[in-house]
């Protein structure tokens, strides 16, 4: 089961929005509408975002908003803060024996 | 609200074994499949082993097939990974997971002479 395919840095000033893709195939992302999103800081454990492709957990800002279009997921962040600083990364179920299947990780950087 | 704290880390020498534990609150255990999934130091992460609501379907990943064993606890709501024949390679933090859901704050394994 190959990773999904994530960007290895996205970066963007205070304020800006940017968007983070994970493109998979159809046995994964593009198949089933499971698709999570994870922000994690250095040393710390993943905080989910976002799951079944765009639904926010309570107490997830909503400058967080998830997307997806055929095989590939997208995470967006407006507003951009210094706070959102960090790597993140997209989860999909997958019709392997893996279940899960990860992104590569994004680095997100606030100029 | 939903937790999920893992244990049972530590350092241990090749060829040992660990175990780890997971307790969870603040959601029906019983609705969710568990897994463990690790993640190396500066690496990326690697889904380990998940198991089912009663624990009759079980999957590993091909590095640690035959060597890890998962398990759940109903009664207790806690998931466990038995880990044996412990390599350098298996150094990684641990992490407790409902899939796709929340994930616990990670138990570090480190196997070293």
């Known amino acids: 089961q190959s990773a999904l395919t994530q960007p290895a840095s996205v970066s963007g000033s205070p304020g800006q929005s940017i968007t983070i893709p994970c493109t998979g195939t159809?046995?994964?992302?593009?198949?089933?509408?499971?698709v999570s999103w994870y922000q994690q800081h250095p040393g710390k454990a993943p905080k989910l975002l976002i799951y079944?492709?765009?639904a926010r957990p309570a107490g997830v800002s909503n400058r967080f908003s998830g997307f997806k279009s055929g095989n590939t997921a997208s995470l967006t962040i407006s507003g951009l803060q210094a706070e959102d600083e960090a790597d993140y990364f997209c989860?999909?179920?997958?019709?392997?024996?893996?279940?899960?299947?990860f992104g590569t990780g994004t680095k997100v950087t606030v100029l | 609200q939903v937790q999920l704290v893992e244990s049972g880390g530590g350092s241990v020498k090749p060829g040992g074994s660990l175990r780890l534990s997971c307790a969870a609150s603040g959601f029906t255990f019983t609705d969710y499949y568990m897994s463990w999934i690790r993640q190396a130091p500066g690496k990326g992460l690697e889904w380990v082993s998940y198991?089912?609501?009663?624990?009759?379907?079980?999957h590993y990943a091909d590095s640690v097939k035959g060597r890890f064993t998962i398990s759940r606890d109903n009664t207790k709501n806690a998931v466990y990974l038995q880990m044996n024949s412990l390599t350098a390679e298996d150094t990684a933090v641990y992490y407790c997971a409902i899939p796709r859901r929340q994930w616990g704050q990670g138990t570090l394994v480190t196997v070293s002479a």
């Open positions: 079944a492709v765009s």
């Open positions: 159809s046995s994964d992302v593009g198949g089933y509408n499971y």
């Open positions: 989860d999909s179920y997958t019709s392997s024996n893996t279940l899960d299947v």
């Open positions: 198991i089912s609501y009663t624990g009759d379907i079980i």
